[in-house]
């Protein structure tokens, strides 16, 4: 079955520090990839999405993910995070061949910023 | 443009009732799907709905049910409802037909006594 790994359950960091989350899929076929972020109190929304081309993608606020294609992985990245960075992100797979718009997610990373 | 919209945002029923839950989606939008979101499951997908065709469903009993209309609104309804089912139930709108970008609603906290 198709499935959506996040390694990262919890992840504390200080201000300015960098920040990766990994994110892998199980799925052989064409997928398109999308990282949401959840703020507290708020609704999902979209940080960024890859469909094809180029498979560094940048995003909202300064987010940037990198699709390896052969590590079946597209990991979140942000040089420097933010106290308003803290959020629950998820990633997301689409993974039918796009024939559909159904999405697998991951179960989340809760990234708590320490001012 | 308005987002999606989802009523009601809060739900207290108890067990057997039944409850529907209606999403508006963004305008023009004609794709929408609901997700079942739970601290131990996740989010986890239940129906997509495409110009009024149900075209995916995941892997919740027949109890969830939906429907889309033809301007695009859906409902999902819930019958015998179990403690189980408290969850935060999102629907998401998408432009087109296939691997849209989703644009997500503040979805219904629906509770279960």
């Known amino acids: 079955a198709q499935s959506v790994s996040q390694h990262n359950h919890h992840v504390i960091l200080s201000e300015a520090a960098s920040l990766e989350l990994g994110c892998n899929y199980s799925?052989?076929?064409?997928?398109?990839l999308f990282w949401y972020v959840q703020y507290p109190g708020q609704h999902l929304q979209l940080l960024l999405k890859?469909?094809?081309?180029?498979?560094l993608v940048k995003g909202i606020k300064g987010f940037e993910a990198e699709f390896i294609k052969s590590k079946f992985s597209f990991n979140l990245r942000k040089p420097s995070v933010q106290w308003s960075d803290t959020a629950e992100y998820f990633c997301?797979?689409?993974?039918?061949?796009?024939?559909?718009?159904?999405?697998?997610f991951g179960t989340g990373t809760l990234l708590a910023v320490q001012p | 443009k308005a987002g999606v919209t989802q009523t009601p945002r809060y739900l207290i029923k108890t067990r057997g009732q039944q409850v529907t839950l209606s999403c508006s989606p963004i305008?023009?939008?004609?794709?929408v799907s609901w997700y079942q979101q739970t601290p131990g499951q996740g989010l986890q997908f239940l129906f997509e709905?495409?110009?009024?065709?149900?075209?995916n469903k995941g892997n919740f009993p027949g109890r969830f049910s939906g429907r889309q209309f033809s301007n695009s609104r859906s409902e999902m309804n819930v019958s015998t409802l179990e403690l189980g089912d408290s969850a935060l139930y999102l629907c998401?709108?998408?432009?087109?037909?296939?691997?849209?970008?989703?644009?997500f609603g503040p979805g219904t906290r629906l509770t279960v006594l």
């Open positions: 890859y469909f094809s081309g180029d498979p």
């Open positions: 799925y052989g076929g064409t997928v398109n």
């Open positions: 709905y495409f110009s009024e065709t149900q075209r």
């Open positions: 998401a709108s998408s432009l087109g037909a296939k691997a849209d970008t989703q644009y």
């Open positions: 997301a797979v689409n993974a039918n061949g796009g024939a559909t718009n159904k999405l697998i």
């Open positions: 305008s023009g939008h004609r794709s």
